[in-house]
Antibody
Framework: EVQLVQSGAEVKKPGESLRISCKGS????????ISWVRQMPGKGLEWMGR????????NYSPSFQGHVTISADKSISTAYLQWSSLKASDTAMYYC??????????????WGQGTLVTVSS | SYVLTQPPSVSVAPGKTARITCGGN??????VHWYQQKPGQAPVLVIY???DRPSGIPERFSGSNSGNTATLTISRVEAGDEADYYC????????????FGGGTKLTVL
């Protein structure tokens, strides 16, 4: 059974750093890109960026470029989303998702359970 | 960047048919994927490549895509279908590779 299991909820102060994780199991972790998706309270889904775990190549949505860092450790089948200095506006639910791609399109076939990040002074 | 437009809300009585639209410039030339998200849960893929259903998704869920509009159709709507629905395309022409619509809240009356 394919599973993406995310780390637990976090409460942080503005300016603090944070790294959340997403561990894949039940499939070949290096065969599928992992993306991170933000959902702010009461709002829709926003794609943040993705990583190819086989070579750690990343690309980001322009809205998130420079604000977060996506990385992966294929030896432990885990992807990460990292902030160096959190803001209150980073308060949101963050999902990781595995992307299946053909030559013409990509979609998310499996999702993690989500990690709630709360940033408050 | 590519923009997908969904109505904020759709309401339907139980047993009737709900249609949720997703508009985009020449969206018929792209593959559209649909996700269902119930409160407090992660999204779930319900339609991929315009009209294919993942295993476990009822046949009541179907999709179509032509011109500037893609449509998710839910037949014989049940109370358990009440959720937010998001369309998504993959835009290989820009850095915003995965694009989501704004989401539609389906209310079962």
């Amino acid at each position: 059974e394919v599973q993406l299991v995310q780390s637990g909820a976090e409460v942080k102060k503005p300016g603090e750093s944070l790294r959340i994780s997403c561990k894949g199991s039940g499939y070949s972790f290096t065969s599928y890109w992992i993306s991170w998706v933000r959902q702010m309270p009461g709002k829709g889904l926003e794609w943040m960026g993705r990583i190819d775990p086989s070579d750690s190549y990343t690309n980001y949505s322009p809205s998130f470029q420079g604000h977060v860092t996506i990385s992966a450790d294929k030896s432990i089948s885990t992807a990460y989303l990292q902030w160096s200095s959190l803001k209150a506006s980073d308060t949101a639910m963050y999902y990781c998702a595995s992307g299946y791609c053909s030559s013409t399109s990509c979609y998310f076939d499996y999702w993690g359970q989500g990690t709630l990040v709360t940033v408050s002074s | 960047s590519y923009v997908l437009t969904q109505p904020p809300s759709v309401s339907v009585a139980p047993g009737k048919t709900a249609r949720i639209t997703c508009g985009g410039n020449n969206i018929g030339s792209k593959s559209v994927h649909w996700y269902q998200q119930k409160p407090g849960q992660a999204p779930v893929l319900v339609i991929y490549y315009d009209s294919d259903r993942p295993s476990g998704i009822p046949e009541r869920f179907s999709g179509s895509n032509s011109g500037n509009t893609a449509t998710l159709t839910i037949s014989r709507v049940e109370a358990g279908d009440e959720a937010d629905y998001y369309c998504q395309v993959w835009d290989s022409s820009s850095d915003l590779t995965w694009v989501f619509g704004g989401g539609t809240k389906l209310t079962v009356l």
